[in-house]
């Protein structure tokens, strides 16, 4: 197996419900339902879906900063659910995170030196002048000018306090890391370049990623593979050209249609969706999306679709290609 | 816990709020008072000479300047009693504060970082103790350990207990959803090192102002305790003490035994009230950049 197709990340029938208590009436919301894929070595999956459907928690059940309610998360061929705090921390190093909000994910109170330092500290770098020499390392790599550490977040630009972010996941060398919405925050003119860091910096520190957006565009520019979520579940997951040229789920059809085209001379069929988002604290019987599916069937409201590989490589969640 | 660059720019910025200024003034007065009172006090103050009972001071006449604001009523000189009272209720006032801002912040920070029935459990506890009235709940406490400065701070400590828990454990509530904690917690950080380096500082700018005002009202509470006998014991001099003993000197027309004292304990509330309002202004970020 060569290392480019090599499993890094398996996820198995991973579920997460969130309990909330309102009036004394217990309320839970299955943020994350039942999901199934893997993530190779050196990829990375584009995730999209809309604002709520699970991805972001998805994400951080990788990593363990939320603790998934059920199923199994393999790395390197390990199940990391079963670790314990102590027992993990090692893998801490391998998996990391880059958030959305450049403003609330650095401490205000501590320089980008000390912010940059710290991972270091935490995994027992106890030598000051080795710390100095990485942090030096990394704020060269992602575009810092070494001399503005020792101002405060509060100091730098957006597009630069996400390069202080970058750098604070990436000093630890890690093997995968989970893009939370990372350029969502920013305008549009620093989105291509943090997107450019993010690709450069993969391929220099062999980096896996999950990149989780809402945005097409910058899935489709940054993704290998490319995964669909609605409402907790995945609904579809294919190599990104494909998706994008041959999506067989009706929501994935639905949401590549709403791609705005800049040519007013295309013709363009538009695949409308009715109604809302329904609760997300009512269950859904069946496939969770036949209330606003233009192609459902009679077994859609009755029977959860399996997901399956259509083609290989290419999974879907839908009736309309089940035998 | 403040770094150096921001110590010097909140005191750059403590010189442009005038209100904060001069409480900042009013409130370093106080301190050289209280650090220096043998320099400053013309008398002793627990020296009686009940010849000189409840002389008027410097208005009634160049005769009466020895003692600038009179006497008390078993003589003793009521300047340097309230000189040498500064030490006492600045004391009493800093010190119950900082033992109700250790025990509120170790209160209110485990309970907002870690949630769950813990917090359900310390939040109840601080309900109940809410329930009382504050002087009366200070009185109560004060009945069980007994009378005496020390106690007073104790008691007054406890008492400001749940408030400052409250304030530090909304505070935590904020910070513990901010995406740096979460960043902590990825790069694998113990909560101990998650509290002390990253919820503490962000947590500080409301605890200050807090405290500050706080200590208003616990040199108030202490003059109050004074006043009902619990507090500083005889001769001390202690501004609420000083207060309750002037009482039947009131009626007899000597006003300047209660009035002083009064007046000092009102300089002292007002310099930290308005240092206090003052800094919340100085250390909201938003208003600093």
Known sequence: MDSMSSVLIEVRNLSKTFFIEEWGEKLALEAVSGVNFSIFRGETLGLVGETGCGKSTLGRCILRLVEPTAGEIFMNGENILHLSAKAFKPYRRKLQIVFQDPFSSLNPRKTAYAILEEPLIIHGEKNARLRRERVKVIAEKVGLDVHSLKNYPHEFSGGQRQRIGIARALILHPEFVVCDEPVSALDVSIQAQILNLLADLQETMHLTYLFISHDLSVIRHISTRIAVMYMGKMVEMAEKEELFHAPLHPYTQALLSAIPIPDPTVPRQRTLLEGDLPSPFKPISGCRFHTRCPQQSATCPEIPPVWQEIRPGHFVACHLYEK | ?289
């Open chain 2, 1 to 289: 816990m403040f770094a150096p660059k921001e110590a010097r720019e909140t005191l750059r910025t403590l010189t442009k709020n005038r209100s904060a200024f001069i409480g900042f003034i009013i409130l370093v007065i106080m301190i050289m008072v209280a650090i220096f009172p043998h320099y400053l006090a013309p008398h002793d103050p627990v020296k009686r000479n009940l010849a000189q009972r409840l002389q008027p001071g410097f208005w009634a006449g160049k005769e009466f300047a020895p003692f600038p604001l009179g006497t008390d009523y078993l003589g003793r000189c009521i300047l340097s009693r309230i000189i040498w009272g500064t030490r006492t209720s600045l004391s009493v006032g800093f010190i119950a504060v900082a033992i109700s801002t250790l025990l509120g912040l170790l209160l209110g920070v485990l309970s907002g970082y870690f949630g769950g029935w813990l917090d359900t459990l310390l939040m109840r506890l601080v309900d109940i103790m809410f329930a009382f009235p504050s002087i009366l709940l200070a009185i109560t406490i004060m009945a069980a350990l007994g009378p005496g400065l020390e106690k007073a701070m104790i008691a007054i400590g406890i008492v400001y207990t749940p408030q400052m828990a409250r304030v530090a454990r909304s505070a935590v509530l904020v910070i513990r959803e901010m995406e740096y904690i979460e960043a902590e917690k990825a790069l694998g950080a113990s909560h101990a090192r998650i509290i002390s380096h990253h919820v503490l500082p962000n947590i500080l700018a409301p605890v200050i102002v807090y405290a500050t005002l706080n200590t208003a009202g616990a040199i108030l509470d202490a003059a109050a305790l004074g006043f009902l006998g619990l507090g500083a014991l005889p001769p001390t001099p202690e501004w609420g003490a000083m207060l309750s003993g002037s009482r039947q000197a009131l009626t007899a027309g000597a006003w300047w035994a209660a009035t002083f004292p009064g007046i000092a304990i009102m300089c002292a509330v007002l310099g930290l009230n308005l240092l206090g309002d003052g800094m919340r202004d100085l250390l909201d970020p938003r208003l600093r950049v």
